[in-house]
């Protein structure tokens, strides 16, 4: 099986260095890749230059039209019979692409998602912000699971379609703002089979501090509101769990003025879920300091899409 690899990228030429090294690292070689600069202003040219003798790559640049119509344009382009997608910030394991040739060998799938891990190489802070996108103790522990609740939606930070996926598709129809929940619902729709590959993760880098991992969890808020504009029916109650959490958070810290009372109890079940929080981040990453930062990353994770969730749903109101 041939692969296609398209990583659309914007304005981050170390990290599509370190995505290409671990390219060179894959055990099964059978791939091209393709980059897609989208309009960038640091350029990532020099840096696919370095690695023409070792990949199988081709570079692109484009005018700035988002992630997902920079995909379609790198799907236009791809050679392969299987079409994957990573993210500019992904590091690929080495057993990758052989992972994957051997389950789609035995399953027939004709799209694909894996999971997304922490590398050892990450720092505290990206450690913990990959353990708040994972844990089964806050809404990151719904993705990349096995056991999936309903039809599975791959992801586009690690995901793969066939070529008659893209062919019947047309591939992503937004191009930002839930992009890849829109085009994962329309795979479904169109009678293709979806499923998750557990051991075809991705070292997933996300974001470096927790400002701008405040910030892509407000926009992730946005695009599930945004998602629904196009399928109202794809609101369910896991997705107002943060927005749940926010709301009573924001009455929790107005209790003082009024109730110290109910203020007091209601404290006990906070600080117990955020210790268990930390506790179990602490065990997991054999760090203290990591627990720690993982319980702000996790209060950021339900906060941050709970605003942007609840944000976009007063701006939906009032259209």
Not at 7 to 35: C, D, G, H, M
Not at 188 to 197: A, D, H, P
Request: with cysteine; net charge neutral.
């Amino acid at each position: 099986m041939f692969f296609s690899v398209i990583i659309p990228v914007y304005n981050r030429p170390q990290e599509v260095a370190e995505l290409l090294e671990s390219l060179t690292q894959q055990s099964y070689k059978n791939f091209e890749t393709l980059i897609i600069e989208d309009g960038s202003d640091e350029k990532c040219d020099h840096i696919v230059d370095r690695y023409s003798d070792e990949l199988d790559i081709s570079y692109y640049y484009k005018e700035n039209s988002g992630q997902g119509f920079s995909r379609n344009y790198g799907f236009e382009r791809a050679k392969g019979d299987y079409f994957i997608v990573f993210d500019s910030d992904c590091l690929i394991p080495s057993h990758y692409f052989q992972t994957v040739t051997d389950y789609l060998s035995n399953h027939n799938l004709d799209a694909y998602g894996g999971p997304d891990r922490e590398h050892p190489s990450f720092s505290p802070v990206q450690k913990a912000i990959s353990y708040a996108m994972t844990s089964p103790l806050t809404t990151g522990g719904i993705r990349g699971r096995e056991k999936h609740a309903g039809t599975f939606h791959p992801r586009s930070f690690n995901m793969g379609i066939s070529r008659e996926v893209f062919k019947q598709t047309g591939g992503y129809r937004i191009t930002r703002m839930g992009e890849d929940i829109e085009f994962s619902i329309r795979i479904i729709e169109n009678g293709f089979s979806t499923g998750l590959i557990p051991d075809a993760y991705v070292f997933h880098k996300r974001r470096t501090n927790l400002k701008q991992f405040f910030n892509q969890l407000h926009f992730f808020g946005r695009a599930r509101i945004n998602i629904s504009r196009f399928y109202p029916s794809e609101i369910k109650f896991v997705h107002t769990l943060p927005a749940i959490f926010t709301v009573g958070m924001a009455f929790f810290l107005t209790l003082p003025f009024w109730n110290m009372e109910l203020f007091n109890l209601l404290l006990i079940p906070f600080l117990l879920f955020f210790a268990l929080i930390c506790g179990h981040s602490t065990r997991k990453n054999k760090s203290l300091w990591i627990g720690l930062l993982s319980t702000a990353a996790s209060f950021i994770q339900l906060t941050a899409y709970g605003i942007g969730f609840l944000s976009e749903w007063w701006t939906k109101v009032n259209e």
